[in-house]
């Protein structure tokens, strides 16, 4: 008779917990109106990124992976543990032959009408040591192409310099940016974004939106420099739990207290712990200083952080995160 209960507590309890583990598990996948969206390709570099569709927002379903240069440095986005490099753009210097060429470009494309064969002229002045400011002086006519070229052709130097050198660094990171994108600063985010496709850079209210849809208590979405709500951050995982987000652990650049450029790969960290994500939303947190708000996922939980982070370090290197991109669905 003692056996006979022991046995019934035991099936009980048994049943209780495969009941509790399953219906944990269930809580994963109760998430309507999620499905794969039209791919998305990115008519700058003709790159394919997936996207999925959640509740009435769209967003990309891998990394922003786009290159993106503002000036002379590659402050605005590097691939993981890229160093820094500055190339002052005044430094560089361009042959006449790279003018000649883009002259004529510009004539061919009709950019520029060449009046009485004055191309002619100019090549010959260019070849002979004459400077782009003689150029600019003596033929009005070309002037503004020539004043362009001063610009155009040490930034196109600089940018060439800048990727190759990024190029280096992602083959010996493991070709980083092919599966989890490039690292930004949020100017170089904003920077990035396409012109076509309705796409953003995610607010911290379309984030709140994406995490209220997934199941979040709205007593844990307002939450701050907290890991917040139950398994809604699985939901945004690669993995049998995901719902095909599929955030990966590409880690950032991180604000360093006391950072110095000399160090600079130091403040490179978490690659393979976690995902972190820009917001563009950015509050002052100080008369002199802004922060932004970010989102992050993590390998040791199943919930979704939500933090600031000072946007530079005190000698002027950014914070570096990934990008997702969102769109309403029409």
Same mark, same amino acid.
């Given at each position: 008779?003692?056996m006979?209960? %022991? =046995?019934? =507590?035991?099936?009980?309890?048994? &049943?209780?917990?495969?009941?509790?583990?399953?219906?944990?598990? &269930?809580?994963?996948?109760?998430?309507?109106?999620?499905?794969?969206?039209?791919?998305?390709?990115?008519?700058?570099?003709?790159?394919?990124?997936?996207?999925?569709?959640?509740?009435?927002?769209?967003?990309?379903?891998?990394?922003?992976?786009?290159?993106?240069?503002?000036?002379?440095?590659?402050?605005?986005?590097?691939?993981?543990?890229?160093?820094?490099?500055?190339?002052p753009?005044?430094s560089?210097?361009?042959?006449?032959?790279?003018?000649?060429?883009?002259?004529?470009?510009?004539?061919?494309?009709?950019?520029?009408?060449?009046?009485?064969?004055m191309?002619?002229?100019?090549?010959?002045?260019?070849?002979?040591?004459?400077?782009?400011?003689?150029?600019?002086?003596?033929?009005?006519? %070309?002037?503004?192409?020539?004043?362009?070229?001063?610009?155009?052709?040490? #930034?196109?130097?600089?940018?060439?310099?800048?990727?190759?050198?990024?190029?280096?660094?992602?083959?010996?990171?493991? /070709? $980083?940016?092919?599966?989890?994108?490039?690292?930004?600063?949020?100017?170089?985010?904003?920077?990035?974004?396409?012109?076509?496709?309705?796409?953003?850079?995610?607010?911290? #209210?379309?984030?709140?939106?994406?995490?209220?849809?997934?199941?979040?208590?709205e007593?844990?979405?307002?939450?701050?420099?907290?890991?917040?709500?139950?398994?809604?951050?699985?939901?945004?995982? #690669?993995?049998? /739990?995901? =719902?095909? %987000?599929?955030a990966?652990?590409?880690?950032?650049?991180? $604000?360093?207290?006391?950072?110095?450029?000399?160090?600079?790969?130091?403040?490179?960290?978490?690659?393979?712990?976690?995902?972190?994500?820009?917001t563009?939303?950015?509050?002052?947190?100080?008369?002199?200083?802004?922060?932004?708000?970010?989102?992050?996922?993590?390998?040791?939980?199943?919930? =979704?952080?939500?933090?600031?982070t000072?946007?530079?370090?005190?000698?002027? /290197?950014?914070t570096?995160?990934?990008?997702?991109?969102?769109?309403?669905?029409?």
């Amino acid at each position: 008779m003692i056996m006979k209960k %022991f =046995i019934l =507590i035991v099936s009980v309890i048994f &049943v209780a917990l495969w009941a509790c583990n399953d219906e944990e598990k &269930v809580s994963y996948y109760q998430v309507p109106n999620v499905s794969a969206a039209e791919d998305f390709v990115d008519a700058r570099d003709q790159k394919v990124y997936k996207c999925i569709t959640i509740g009435d927002q769209i967003w990309l379903a891998e990394n922003l992976a786009y290159r993106v240069t503002l000036g002379d440095n590659n402050l605005a986005c590097r691939t993981f543990e890229e160093d820094y490099l500055s190339i002052p753009i005044d430094s560089v210097k361009i042959p006449a032959e790279d003018y000649i060429a883009a002259m004529y470009q510009d004539i061919a494309n009709g950019v520029i009408e060449d009046v009485n064969g004055m191309s002619m002229y100019i090549e010959m002045m260019l070849s002979m040591g004459a400077s782009v400011d003689d150029i600019i002086l003596y033929y009005p006519d %070309f002037a503004p192409a020539f004043e362009r070229y001063k610009k155009e052709l040490p #930034e196109r130097v600089v940018l060439s310099q800048l990727i190759a050198q990024g190029q280096v660094t992602d083959r010996e990171n493991g /070709h $980083y940016s092919d599966s989890l994108g490039y690292l930004y600063s949020l100017e170089g985010a904003l920077a990035a974004l396409p012109a076509e496709g309705g796409w953003r850079l995610p607010t911290d #209210e379309d984030w709140k939106k994406l995490e209220r849809y997934l199941g979040m208590a709205e007593s844990e979405v307002e939450r701050e420099n907290d890991w917040r709500g139950t398994t809604e951050g699985a939901l945004l995982k #690669e993995g049998e /739990h995901g =719902i095909g %987000f599929n955030a990966l652990f590409g880690g950032g650049k991180m $604000y360093t207290a006391g950072y110095s450029k000399w160090y600079d790969n130091e403040s490179f960290s978490r690659k393979g712990q976690n995902a972190y994500f820009w917001t563009s939303t950015t509050r002052p947190e100080t008369d002199s200083t802004d922060v932004g708000v970010i989102r992050s996922m993590a390998v040791f939980t199943d919930q =979704i952080l939500r933090t600031t982070t000072r946007l530079v370090n005190e000698d002027g /290197h950014p914070t570096m995160f990934s990008v997702r991109l969102v769109k309403d669905k029409e």
